[in-house]
């Protein structure tokens, strides 16, 4: 697929904006930034901070149900994150629905099989077997690499013989590509959602030590190469008391969480659309410190913390979970998540129809045809993926307009620094306001030159008009239009204009540069999903010549 990427010039003496031209200007905001990362800030994120989770039982409406039918969309979806990342783009395969799956090597002639159409739509059972981990194989090899995520049921607490099964299966086939297996998913849920009888920390932590010997003799486990993730507790127990009741004395690769700020299980409320909330930087902290106790501790043992879902309204959102509001909430909660020593984080998608979804084919049946939907929070997957750099990032809230605390604060800034030597590589700028723009001034002496990238909607209520770098994403997953760069001088410092609503990704100097080119891997869906396409063209590049002494350039490149 040929994209035309135009080019054009501009000259402005420190100011330059993308989107519409806002009616207003908010006051300018002094960004207090160093230029190296404060001592306390030592965390790097990795490359591939941002997953995507999947719900098991729509697995196969999304990827496919064989290694030859796996939707040209989906393709594309992929290869967009995986373009964007030096390692490999993080899928976890879970949810409830997988907690109370069965797996089946007999089943090899598709993914799943779906046991009960009158099923609860939160927790959806199929039967699944290899044809799984063949699909999954496909997919890395179409888009490129991948690290796999595998959930395994902790409902039964007496017989671990079909997780012993799956995960022997996940191990072999998946080899170096399976990152980790979940052992349990919201094992803090069993009894109040009637899987096990009052089922306590004190249960659950004997069955740890029974399902892991039984791993460890069936071989999918060795001793010495921690493979185990979990709790993945959402609600009702926290971390450090699972630490504290013996879960410190099992080898685990990572301590996983997932939390969503609110939920639709009971309906639409007020609480579940309260738009505000999610435009409000002071409630992101709140929402992701809940187990800061066990998180301290976590950092002692040297184990990392994953957030393997998140979204924005449990039980398959509400009606603002499909707004642009979410694509902002989204990258500020990773960004404080970053700030917060996580070490990555999963956006998570289900089946078709629910609201927060990341995309939506048209119909489950329809899987293979173009049409798809783009969900608000797939944008933020966009920017967060061509947020960080080879060498990882630190990331540091800078409290604008004391805006970690400040409930009325529509601004918002990070700074991300070097994994490497700790020097100031980036920044990222939030305005929450409905309409005016909002002036970010960078101070003189920092840089000697900026480019920035916008991510931008109408309004927060957009569903579909949202771009990131001037592209949106169509109905094959593919993103359209020209991709824009803004490039200025900044010597003497300058002012980057975040249209309302919206979010800036800025790049400093000339040592680290943005994604570009073409990430669409299938142009049409003439090519068949069998053959797929040619890698699409895309890349870091170097800095664009500047011209002028004050140039602004939509840069862009070239037909390719």
């Known amino acids: 697929m040929a994209v035309k990427i135009r080019s054009l010039l501009l000259f402005s003496a420190v100011t330059a904006a993308l989107g519409p031209t806002a009616l207003a200007a908010l006051p300018t905001v002094n960004v207090r930034v160093s230029s190296t990362a404060p001592a306390n800030a030592t965390h790097v994120i990795p490359d591939n901070f941002i997953g995507i989770s999947y719900e098991l039982s729509s697995f196969d409406t999304l990827w496919g149900t064989t290694p030859k039918t796996m939707p040209v969309p989906m393709q594309n979806y992929m290869h967009n994150l995986v373009a964007r990342l030096s390692k490999p783009l993080r899928i976890r395969l879970g949810g409830n629905g997988m907690d109370g799956s069965t797996y089946m090597r007999s089943l090899n002639e598709t993914v799943l099989e779906h046991i009960d159409p009158d099923a609860y739509f939160n927790d959806i059972p199929v039967h699944f077997g290899p044809v799984l981990f063949d699909v999954l194989n496909a997919m ?82 060795t001793k010495g190469v921690p493979m185990i993730g979990g709790p993945t507790i959402c609600c009702g127990w926290t971390l450090i008391d699972i630490l504290n009741a013996g879960m410190d004395q099992y080898e685990y690769k990572y301590y996983t969480l997932q939390r969503y700020p609110n939920h639709a299980c009971s309906g639409v409320n007020e609480r579940n659309t ?9 409630n992101v902290g709140p929402y992701l410190t ?45 960004l404080k998540a970053a700030s917060l020593e996580y070490e990555a984080v999963y956006l998570h998608t289900r089946e078709l129809g629910i609201q927060y979804n990341l995309f939506d084919p048209p119909s489950a049946d329809r899987n293979l045809e173009a049409g798809w939907r783009t969900g608000s929070p797939y944008y933020a997957a966009l920017f967060l993926a061509e947020l960080t750099s080879p060498n990882g990032n630190i990331v540091v809230d800078l409290n604008i307009n004391n805006s970690t605390t400040n409930a009325n604060a529509t601004a918002a800034g990070y700074a991300l620094y070097s994994g490497a030597d700790g020097t100031l590589e980036k920044f990222v700028f939030l305005n929450f306001n409905e309409s005016d723009s909002q ?122």
């Open 290 to 334: 809940w187990n800061s106790e066990g998180q301290a501790r976590a950092k002692e043992l040297g184990v990392p913390i994953l957030m393997t879902e998140y979204n924005s309204v449990a039980c398959g959102g509400s009606p603002i979970s499909e707004m642009f509001v979410m694509s902002l909430w989204a990258v500020d909660v990773g």
């Open 140 to 221: 890395y090899e179409k888009v490129g690499p991948m690290q796999f995520m595998i959930g395994l049921s902790m409902r039964n607490g007496h017989d671990f013989t079909n997780i012993v099964e799956l995960a022997q299966d996940a191990t072999s086939m998946l080899g170096s590509r399976l990152d980790v297996m979940l052992l349990g998913n919201e094992p803090d849920l069993y009894a109040g959602h009637g899987e096990r009888d009052a089922y306590e920390i004190e249960d659950y932590i004997p069955e740890l030590g029974t399902a892991i010997e039984a791993l460890t003799e069936g071989g999918a486990l």
């Open 274 to 282: 309260n738009m505000t909330y999610y435009l409000t930087h002071a």
């Open 439 to 560: 002036p970010f001034r960078i101070p003189a002496n920092l840089t000697d030159k900026i480019e920035y990238r916008v991510l931008t909607a109408p309004s927060v209520r957009e569903t579909k008009e949202i771009k990131w770098a001037g592209q949106t994403i169509g109905d094959l997953g593919n993103l359209q239009g020209d991709q824009e760069t803004v490039s200025m001088f900044c010597q003497e410092g300058c002012v980057v204009d975040v249209p309302g609503p919206g979010a800036a990704l800025v790049v400093l100097g000339g040592r680290v540069s943005l994604f570009s080119g073409n990430s669409t891997l299938v142009g049409s869906l003439s090519v068949g999903s069998e053959s797929g396409a040619g890698r699409a063209a895309g890349h870091y590049t170097s800095w664009a010549g500047l011209v002028g002494v004050a140039a602004v350039s939509l840069v862009a490149a070239f037909w390719t």
